[in-house]
């Protein structure tokens, strides 16, 4: 064999084991190194799934480690800072405990601490037909509408009192069923404000309330004037109110006026009784004896007779 062949298939051998080793050394110190994790803190998460009214236990949280750097703002580092805080959205299991996720200590519980300042919790008695079979459940917005008789009025009216109103609560849950399922219960709670509180409880005394499910994501108020009897029937409410006023019957829609009662009669007074006649008087003085004598002033001539 040449040897110049093979001097350069041995120079060729060595260049490539250079370059080889070169590249390998380039690859590597421009890989990843591993992090090194040596500045920890300590963070408090849940141990469980914690629900909206709950209050914090110690048995309800745990503390692990995080690097510095991945610390949540607004997470807390000791466990008693959580403690004894009633929870106002839900916390599910290994989650941070945030500072907006409960509310200040001393404030309450169940409803009380998630009510915002100056909003009302009203609850309405319902049943099947008023809950909507059920699925009015925390979270959810409803529209409320009434159903009674205006005063001086003969017909019922509908209208639509409030709209987008919040669910609180349904009964006494403030959770949806995880499983979906209808949750039947004999009062809602609904979150208002003072005088939409003062509506919902004179419409709860004045009529029948009934409640209305909406989208979540609608957020439009509409405009409605309201529905009578008459509006709903139409002619055939037009045509019975006539056909009772042929029958002389009390019309519902068009309430009869009561007749006035009658003015008593004037009684004339009875006629002053004539004047007595005038009579003469005579004193007859007879010694010490005075005697007065009743003269008629009418003449009478020589017979008796009175002229």
Do not use: C
Request: charged letters at 20%.
């Amino acid at each position: 064999m040449d040897r110049r062949f093979l001097m350069v298939l041995g120079v060729s051998l060595v260049f490539a084991l250079v370059v080889t080793s070169i590249f390998y050394q380039m690859t590597t110190s421009a890989g990843p190194k591993k992090a090194e994790v040596t500045d920890l803190s300590d963070m408090v998460v849940a141990a469980r799934p914690l629900p909206v009214g709950m209050t914090v236990k110690a048995d309800d949280v745990k503390v692990v480690k995080v690097a510095k750097n991945a610390f949540p703002k607004g997470a807390y580092s000791k466990p008693e800072d959580v403690l004894d805080r009633p929870v106002v959205s839900n916390i599910l299991h290994d989650e941070p405990i945030l500072e907006g996720r409960l509310a200040q200590r001393g404030s309450g519980f169940g409803l009380s601490p998630i009510i915002p300042v100056g909003m009302r919790a009203v609850t309405l008695r319902v049943n099947d037909v008023v809950g909507v079979a059920g699925f009015v459940v925390p979270g959810m917005r409803v529209d409320v509408l009434i159903t009674g008789q205006p005063p001086g009025s003969a017909a019922r009216v509908t209208r639509t009192v409030l709209q987008n109103i919040l669910v609180l609560s349904a009964g006494a849950t403030m959770q949806t069923d995880p499983s979906g399922k209808p949750v039947n219960a004999p009062n809602v709670t609904l979150l208002v404000t003072p005088p939409q509180a003062e509506m919902l409880t004179l419409a709860g005394n004045e009529g029948r309330i009934q409640l209305v499910l909406r989208n979540a994501g609608d957020q439009g108020v509409e405009s409605t004037a309201g529905l009578t009897t008459t509006s709903l029937y139409g002619a055939h409410a037009r045509a019975g109110a006539e056909q009772r006023s042929s029958l002389g019957e009390f019309d519902t829609e068009q309430p009869r006026p009561r007749p006035r009662p009658a003015a008593p009669p004037v009684i004339a007074p009875p006629p002053l009784p004539p004047p007595a006649p005038a009579v003469d008087q005579i004193v007859v003085i007879r010694g010490t004896e005075r005697k007065v004598e009743t003269v008629s002033s009418k003449k009478t001539d020589d017979f008796g007779r009175i002229q």
